[in-house]
């Protein structure tokens, strides 16, 4: 129905209305304010009949999608943490993988997918610090 990056767009252009409409009123948390059956109804109508796993799958392969254009562009995978491509946050996103992996949190399929790029979490080799 609707992909994830449609989605991220959205809520930004709802965010920042004000920036495009000069009689927009801005946006505030009280004015977000959903009741539990809004936010469910909401919700049904962004995944349509995907899972939420499906949806958090998809976002993952995105964040996976720009690592390898980064391991293109770069020849490694030392992403920075703050490090941005296209307005997405790939150095937040490697951060959290790293972070799900050291706490044994990270799927197994997701881990494989990773190391079959090659060396994503220790980077002594660069002179960085052994991660895990």
């Not at 980064?70 to 490090?83: A, D, I, W």
């Amino acid at each position: 129905m609707f992909s994830t990056k449609s989605i991220v767009i959205l809520f930004t252009l709802i965010a920042s209305a004000s920036a495009f409409c000069p009689t927009a009123k801005p946006v505030s948390a009280t004015s977000l304010s959903l009741t539990r059956k809004e936010k469910e109804n909401l919700w049904d109508k962004i995944i349509g009949d995907r899972t939420s796993k499906q949806v958090i799958d998809e976002k993952w392969d995105v964040g996976f999608e720009q690592l390898i254009e980064f391991q293109g562009l770069k020849g490694n995978l030392m992403v920075p943490q703050n490090y941005k491509v296209n307005d997405y946050k790939l150095g937040g996103w490697m951060f959290r993988q790293r972070e799900n992996k050291r706490q044994g949190k990270l799927d197994e399929d997701k881990e494989k997918k990773l190391d079959d790029l090659g060396n994503w979490c220790d980077f002594t080799e660069f002179g960085g610090p052994a991660m895990y």
